[in-house]
C-alpha cells in the first residue's frame, strides 16, 4: 500500500520546523544543489585534518549559512546589511571572512594567501575552491582555522567588544592547529595500542550462528560499502559478503540495508540465525520497535522485518 512521507524528515514525519528550514534554504539559497556539486571539494573538506567544528564551519559558510547580516535579511531577520566592523560594505560571507578591510592584517601575515583572489560578491565556495588549487594541504588546514578563529574573533567584538587583535589570529589559529595535530596523533598511537583490546565476540547458542554486520558510506559518491560475516557457535566462519552498492543515502539507510542484506545472505546459505550485531543503534532500535516510519529507510526496516520471521530460531 502506498504511503505519504516527508523526505527531509528521517523518519518521514513532516514538521513545522523542518518545513521551514526547507522553506528557507530554497527561498534563499537557490544555487544551494549547484554548489552542491562539487563532490571533489566536499570530498577533500571532510578528509582534512582540523577539528570538526572547523570543518562544519566551512561547509556552512561555503552554502551560505552563517550570520552575516545580507544572510540574516535573506531570512527575514530583521538588520542592517552593512558590515558592523568597517561600517562601509554590506556584509556578505566573503566580506566577513576575507575581503573586511579590517581583515587585511590577517591576510598579509597570513603570506601564502597573496594568490587568492576574492571579493565581496564572490561565492565563497568558489573562492575556497580556488584555494586549494594554489595551496598545499598544510596551508589549506591552516586557512581554514584563520577563518573560524577571524570568524569567532569578529563576533566576539560584534557581541562582547573584547576581541584579539586582527595580527594575532594567524598565529592563534596555527597554534591552535598544531595543539590539535598533536593530540590526534596521541591519540591515534594509544587507539593503536589497544587495538588489540577491543570487545570480544560472544559465541551464539548452540546449533545456531551469529551475523555481525556494518556498513559505510562514501560521501558524495553514493555508494555503501557493507561487510557481512556469519559464524556458528564455535566461531567458525560458515559465510561472509563484502560489497559495494551504488545507493546515493544517508548513513542509516546504508545501516539498515546492511542488516538486510545479512539476512538475504543467510537465507541464501540455508542457515537458522540465533543474532544479528550491528552497531547501528538507531536501525536496530527502528526494527525493535513495532511501528514502521514512514520514510526511506521505513521501507527497509519493513522488509527486514518480514525477512526476520522466516528464522524461527531468531533471538536478537
Known sequence: MDSIMWHYEKLGSFSVSSGYKFDCNEGSNPGSSALSGDVSWWKFLWR??????????????CENWIPTRTNLLLRKVPSDSICPCCDQKAETTMHALWCCPLLRPI?????????????DNSMFLDFMIYCRRQLVQEEMDLICQILWRGWYNRNRGVHDAAKMCNKEVVPCARAFQEEYLLANHALNAEVSDRRGNGPIWQPPYKGTYKINTDAALSVGDGIVGVGIIIRDYVGNVIASSAQAVQYGC????????????????ARHVGLELGFIESDAQVAVNLINNPDIPYSEVGLIIKDIKSLLEEFSDFVN
Open 48 to 61: 582534512m585534518k582540523i577539528p570538526l567544528k572547523v570543518k562544519i564551519f566551512v561547509w556552512r559558510a
Open 107 to 119: 591576510r598579509e601575515v597570513c603570506g601564502f594567501t597573496k594568490d587568492c583572489w576574492g571579493d
Open 250 to 265: 544517508c548513513v542509516l539507510i546504508a545501516e539498515a540495508l546492511a542488516i538486510k542484506k545479512c539476512l538475504l545472505l
